[in-house]
T-cell receptor
Framework: DVKVTQSSRYLVKRTGEKVFLECVQD?????MFWYRQDPGLGLRLIYF???????EKGDIPEGYSVSREKKERFSLILESASTNQTSMYLC???????????FGQGTRLTVV | AQSVTQLDSQVPVFEEAPVELRCNYS??????LFWYVQYPNQGLQLLLK??????LVESINGFEAEFNKSQTSFHLRKPSVHISDTAEYFC????????????FGKGTMLLVSP
């Protein structure tokens, strides 16, 4: 069965902290994504990766960075967390041929 | 680039009534289309997809969607909803070829009441 696992369901961090959100997939997919979900705004793409060590900016990359050292793992980094980064973060992976993406359970991050 | 418009942010409906959730997209290239569902505090699950072939696609739990190329729409329908269908529904689009991300609409909250 297909699986995308995000390391935490809920996180509370302080303003200015460096935050790591981890995502692992077991489907050998080349493509991985980080989205942010906010009420009324839907899902907005932060970063995506087509292969190991490759990354591309999405629609809202400011304040974030990513790392993909291994094919199965894609990390989202908040260099200095701010309260406006309080949100639900969703990781997804996708195989070739642009078919459907598979999502993790999400990480609800609160920055205080 | 692609964009998706979901025309209703919230759709209230009574149990056993029919429902339609509307989705329109914009793209300069051929696309694949998807509907995802999100239950409270969970990730997104694929509900159904249109890749090619028949323009009417169905899910295992009674939802269906029809791809209409001329109207650039992919509306989701169910003839009789259940309380358990209460969730948020997202329409998404992806280009047919090349490196392409999934672009989502803002979502429609389906509220089913007894």
């Amino acid at each position: 069965d297909v699986k995308v696992t995000q390391s935490s369901r809920y996180l509370v961090k302080r303003t200015g902290e460096k935050v790591f959100l981890e995502c692992v997939q077991d489907m050998d997919h080349e493509n991985m994504f980080w989205y942010r979900q906010d009420p009324g705004l839907g899902l907005r793409l932060i970063y995506f990766s087509y292969d190991v060590k490759m990354k591309e900016k999405g629609d809202i990359p400011e304040g974030y960075s990513v790392s993909r050292e291994k094919k199965e793992r894609f990390s989202l980094i908040l260099e200095s967390a701010s309260t406006n980064q309080t949100s639900m973060y969703l990781c997804a992976s996708r195989g070739p041929m642009n078919t459907e993406a598979f999502f993790g359970q999400g990480t609800r991050l609160t920055v205080v | 680039a692609q964009s998706v418009t979901q025309l209703d942010s919230q759709v209230p409906v009574f149990e056993e009534a029919p429902v339609e959730l509307r989705c329109n997209y914009s793209s300069s290239v051929s696309v694949y289309l998807f509907w995802y569902v999100q239950y409270p505090n969970q990730g997104l699950q694929l509900l159904l997809k249109y890749l090619s072939g028949s323009t009417l696609v169905e899910s295992i739990n009674g939802f269906e969607a029809e791809f209409n190329k001329s109207q650039t729409s992919f509306h989701l329908r169910k003839p009789s909803v259940h309380i358990s269908d209460t969730a948020e529904y997202f329409c998404a689009v992806s280009a047919f070829s090349g490196y392409s991300t999934l672009t989502f609409g803002k979502g429609t909250m389906l509220l089913v009441s007894p």
